[in-house]
């Protein structure tokens, strides 16, 4: 088994002013799950984009950061054989701090799962 990818994309030598945005450059999805972990202090649109070709976007996922300052993880399927992380400080404030990296990861576990087989 091979080790997980992790790449570092964002730090605070890319903190975003209000209103601009960070592309991490596209690269080959070598996994079926990507996990997006975001920490900075403004509002900031998270988007993992995918592509066939490391051209065309053919599918993004997107989620709004709160800008809490407290760490959060979104995990999302590949879509595409290239993926790229695009980031935007939708706030009206300079960030302070940023860190956003990526990691290709297995198959998340699940937990408190019911399965319920009702006969009748």
């Known amino acids: ?3 997980p990818s ?3 994309f964002f730090s605070n030598t890319n903190i975003l002013t209000a209103g601009s945005n960070i592309s991490g ?6 996994g079926d799950y990507i996990l ?3 920490d900075t202090d403004q509002q900031t649109l998270v988007q993992l984009q995918h592509s066939h070709d490391s ?7 997107s989620v709004t950061y709160n800008g809490s300052s407290t ?3 979104y995990i999302y399927s590949r879509k595409g054989e290239f993926i790229q992380i695009r980031l935007e400080n939708t706030s009206g404030s300079d960030q302070t ?3 956003c990296y990526r ?3 297995g198959l998340p576990e699940t937990s408190n799962v019911f399965n319920s087989n009702l006969y009748t």
């Open 1 to 3: 088994m091979s080790e």
């Open 6 to 8: 992790i790449v570092n």
């Open 25 to 30: 450059g596209w690269e080959p999805a070598s």
């Open 36 to 38: 997006v972990s975001i």
């Open 55 to 61: 051209v065309i976007v053919d599918y993004t996922d």
């Open 71 to 73: 760490p959060q993880n």
């Open 97 to 99: 701090e940023l860190r």
């Open 103 to 105: 990691e290709f990861i």
